[in-house]
Structure formats: structure tokens, C-alpha cells
């Protein structure tokens, strides 16, 4: 499926996710654009590679660099201040009584969403695309296709507008998005990813792993890493 005259719009974190959609959109849109959320995350390492990973993906990738347009950062200082999460404050990570991680933080894909789209349609843009995946979604609600597909007919119905939510990792694993970014731009894309994305909770980049930096021991780390363990097992 291509898209080849129309723009997408990426929620890019900077992270293993949304760089290996960001490729899928670069291999599927004519043009892509980038947003991504100053939300006083503890760690800002996030904020710091995303102009470093769409640098290099300029550089390094012929075919996207001109496909390339955009990056929109947007400040939503508030949602910090409204949730008491350990992504937001310095409190450790834990399981909640609800049986979700203290890592969820509430609202905060419903927002980006509604955030993106208030954007795509200033800019005419039609197609969103979100690494979200309920396989090894960590618990998270709104990572759920369920909840997606909701958040597209409200979007819909609430800005009379006819927006796509793509969500290309929506029922692969890890290991499999490890894969689709090799498939996606070979070996040079692995490695971006390996070296330039950020996933760890912790805000980590001293520990250096075949999977990139992190403390090695968070979910997130964890989850990277087990990925990885089955993607290189499988080649
Ligand atoms: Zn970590």
C-alpha cells in the first residue's frame, strides 16, 4: 500500500518505535512530517535525539531525505503537572493496585493524538501514523487498537475531518520491529536505531548494549532487549 501524492504526519518520539514507523511512513508517503511532545518527561535524552535521528536519516538515507519535511514540537508542560508518574517524576517504578505500571501515564497517547491531529489539520494532513502496539504494550490502555480506532471517529466526528491513524506495530512484537526496520533500511537502520534512538526509562546513554543504550534493567530496556535477543537469533 502507498501512498505516493499524500503527506503523513509521525508522532516521533526519538525512540526504537516511532523511528522504525517513521522509516514505514518514509517508504509509504510521498512527504512526512514529525511531531513530537515536551511533556517534561524526567528525562529529556528523548527530546535530544529526535533532530539527531532525523539528521542522520537525512544524511544517510538518499531515497527519504527529501521526503522529509517538518518537525513540530509542542509544549504540553501541563501534562506533568495534572499525573504523578515515574516518566514524569522521581519516583521509582512500580505495578499499581489497578495492575498498571506506574510508567502509565494517564491520557498522554489520547492527548498526543488529539494534539497531532489539531495539527495534521492545519497543514492539510491526512494520514497519522503511531508506533503504538498492543503486543507488547506494556499494559497501557491506549496503546490498545480498540482505543485507537475510538480516538480516530472522535477525531473525526469532533473536527468534521476524514484523518487515518496508521499504527504499522500494532500487532508485531519487538522482535519484528527489529526486523521491519531491517526491512525497511537495511542494516544502516538498525544500527541508527541502535546507536541514536532512546527507550530506556531511566534516562540511561553511559550503558552500551548491541541494542543501544540503557540501564539494561527497566521494562522498557527489558523489552528492547528481548526484542533484539529473538531478531538476532532469527536472521
Ligand atoms: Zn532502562
Known amino acids: 500500500m502507498r501512498h505516493d501524492s499524500e503527506t503523513a504526519l509521525v508522532l516521533f518520539s526519538g525512540g526504537q ?81 489497578n495492575g498498571l505500571p506506574n510508567t502509565f501515564v494517564p491520557g498522554r497517547n489520547l492527548l498526543f493524538l488529539t494534539f497531532a491531529a489539531a495539527v495534521a489539520y492545519r497543514r492539510g494532513i491526512r494520514h497519522l501514523v503511531a508506533g503504538v502496539c498492543e503486543t507488547d504494550y506494556s499494559g497501557y490502555p491506549d496503546s490498545r487498537d480498540d482505543t485507537v480506532k475510538a480516538m480516530q471517529l472522535a477525531l473525526n466526528l469532533g473536527m468534521e475531518a476524514r484523518f487515518v491513524i496508521h499504527t504499522p506495530l500494532m500487532w508485531i512484537d519487538k522482535a519484528q520491529t527489529w526486523a521491519l526496520a531491517e526491512r525497511l533500511g537495511k542494516e544502516a537502520l538498525v544500527r541508527l536505531i541502535c546507536e541514536e534512538t532512546h527507550t530506556c526509562y531511566n534516562g540511561d546513554r553511559e550503558h552500551a548494549h548491541a541494542w543501544g543504550f540503557g540501564c539494561g534493567t527497566c521494562p522498557a530496556c527489558e523489552l528492547r532487549a528481548q526484542g533484539w535477543e529473538r531478531f538476532v537469533s532469527s536472521r
Do not use: K, N
Open 17 to 97: 518505535d516511532s523511528t522504525t514507523c517513521l522509516a514505514w511512513a518514509l517508504e509509504t508517503f510521498a512527504r512526512v512530517e514529525t511531531i513530537g511532545f515536551d511533556y517534561r518527561q524526567r528525562h529529556r535524552i528523548e527530546l535530544d535525539v529526535r533532530p539527531r535521528v532525523l539528521d542522520q536519516m537525512r544524511r544517510d538515507f538518499a531515497d527519504w531525505s527529501a521526503r522529509i519535511g517538518d518537525d513540530h514540537l509542542v509544549d504540553i508542560a501541563v501534562l506533568a503537572e495534572l499525573s504523578e508518574t515515574a516518566l514524569t517524576h522521581s519516583v521509582e517504578i512500580a505495578m499499581q493496585e
